[in-house]
């Protein structure tokens, strides 16, 4: 069976977990799934995207800020709602001298927006939630953030506008280097 969805729609999604977005457009649709149905279509929908995910090139900045946290001694790990496998090719092209740590959607019960997967990063950075900031694209990512307490950095270079991310609690930098010149000035980065 083909489900129809409209892109708005689907942008709209972008940030919450696969299965999340395939029970919303059905559900849209007028065709609701199950939840094997729904883990079914999130599984193969990441093995689509390998398939087309070959040549990823990091988002300006993204290299270069990795190697100054790293450098730090700021913790930091990657939170995805994607499946670890998924994010694979994405994390090897930011070419990092070690596998940074990461901690994805299957690892937790609620996927973002709940904060459950940000929650469990801080747990795993030993660090209570308030003390950490999380940085995202999406809309999905600033409500888990604010969920947990945590601060809420949006560089809006996804699907969605600064305007949007601002509404749904973040602060909103236009680029990671400027996230970078901000941490430095605050001393925190050298």
Known sequence: MRIKAEREHVARLIGSDGKRLAHEVADVAGHPIS?????????RCGQIYDGLNTD??????AHDLLV??????LPWAVATSSRAEQVGTSV??????QKPRII???HVEHAKPA???LLLAAQQL?????????IGDSTWDMQAATAARMVAVAVAY???????????????VTSLPELQADLQRRGLLR
């Not at 030993?126 to 999380?134: E, F, I, N, T, V």
């Not at 996804?158 to 909103?172: D, K, M, P, Y």
């Open 158 to 172: 996804g699907a969605v506008s600064g305007e949007t991310l601002v509404r749904a609690g973040a602060n909103v």
């Open 35 to 43: 939840d094997d149905k729904a883990e079914a279509i999130d599984k």
């Open 92 to 97: 090897d092209a930011l070419q990092l001298s």
């Open 56 to 61: 990823p090139q990091p988002t300006s900045g």
């Open 115 to 117: 904060p459950d997967l």
């Open 104 to 106: 994805d959607g299957s």
């Open 126 to 134: 030993d660090l209570p939630a308030s003390a950490c900031w999380y």
């Open 68 to 73: 100054a946290l790293t450098a730090s001694d």
